[in-house]
């Protein structure tokens, strides 16, 4: 009597992500790695650091003026970051 158990390897790799509970830190880092695409080469350019805590976007840059910039458009950003994941990943930035 043979059983068959055939799935594919998306359906495994799923499963395996909900098991071991490792699909929100898939995407926060698929976000990360895609922060240039979104944001563009001159923003991309003057980031230094970026990293994602509890749901907190954590953004190093060196430019004061672009810090600031960029602090008027929050949810804009958080809104758009979270279009590019297909999920809340981000709920708030921090520009440091």
Do not use: C
Not at 46 to 54: A, E, G, K, P, Q
Not at 86 to 93: A, C, F, I, K, Y
């Amino acid at each position: 009597m043979s059983k068959h158990n055939e799935q594919s390897l998306k359906e495994v790799l799923a499963e395996m992500l909900d098991a071991y509970k490792l699909r929100g830190r898939m995407e926060e880092l698929k976000l990360m790695s895609s922060w240039g695409a979104i944001m563009g080469p001159m923003i991309q350019k003057r980031t230094v650091d970026i990293s994602i805590r509890n749901k907190i976007l954590y953004v190093r840059l060196e430019s004061a003026a672009l810090r600031e910039e960029l602090s008027y458009s929050k949810e804009k950003l958080i809104q758009r970051l979270n279009e590019e994941a297909g999920s809340e990943v981000v709920l708030q930035v921090v520009f440091i």
